[in-house]
Each structure stands twice: as structure tokens, then as C-alpha cells.
């Protein structure tokens, strides 16, 4: 859902060129979840391939799934969270 609701977001005309930042909260619950979880496992993100119990290469998927919803030149800045 929060990548659905962010791909309405940068669709949104009314926003124009303005540019977004994004926060990744709860990097926290991340870290711990991803040791008992596979990302692959839940049905939208059954292309994730990297390796099943990794905190960095979990991030960097999630932070590229949110770069792919950009449609437009508009900069994106992303930070990650406790």
C-alpha cells in the first residue's frame, strides 16, 4: 500500500517539479524482522532475489522500489530512520 499511495504521490500533477523527501521509518523493526522473514514471501515483492535475511540488501531493494514509482525528473530524497 505504501508504495501505491507514493507512485499516486509522484503521479499528482498538482505537485508539479517540487521535490519529495521520503522517510523509511522504523528501520529498527526492519533489522529484526528480516531475520525471521523473507522479503520474497509476500506477494508484491515476489522479485526480490538478493540474499533472503539481509538488512542492506533488503533497503537497498525497498529504497529501489520506491525510485521506480518516479515518473519524471523530479529529485527524490530518501532517508532512512529509526
Known amino acids: 500500500k505504501s508504495l501505491e499511495l507514493f507512485r499516486d504521490v509522484c503521479k499528482n500533477q498538482a505537485l508539479g517539479m517540487v521535490g519529495i523527501i521520503l522517510f523509511l521509518n522504523k528501520k529498527d523493526v526492519f533489522a529484526e524482522k528480516i531475520l525471521h522473514s ?5 506477494e508484491p515483492f515476489f522479485d526480490y532475489v538478493d540474499a533472503s535475511h539481509d538488512y542492506d540488501q533488503g533497503l537497498l531493494y525497498f529504497i529501489e522500489k520506491f525510485k521506480d514509482c518516479q515518473l519524471d525528473k523530479r529529485s527524490i530524497n530518501i532517508h532512512v530512520t529509526c
Do not use: A, L, P, S
Not at 523473507?38 to 509476500?42: A, F, K, L, R, S
Open 38 to 42: 523473507d522479503i520474497c514471501d509476500q
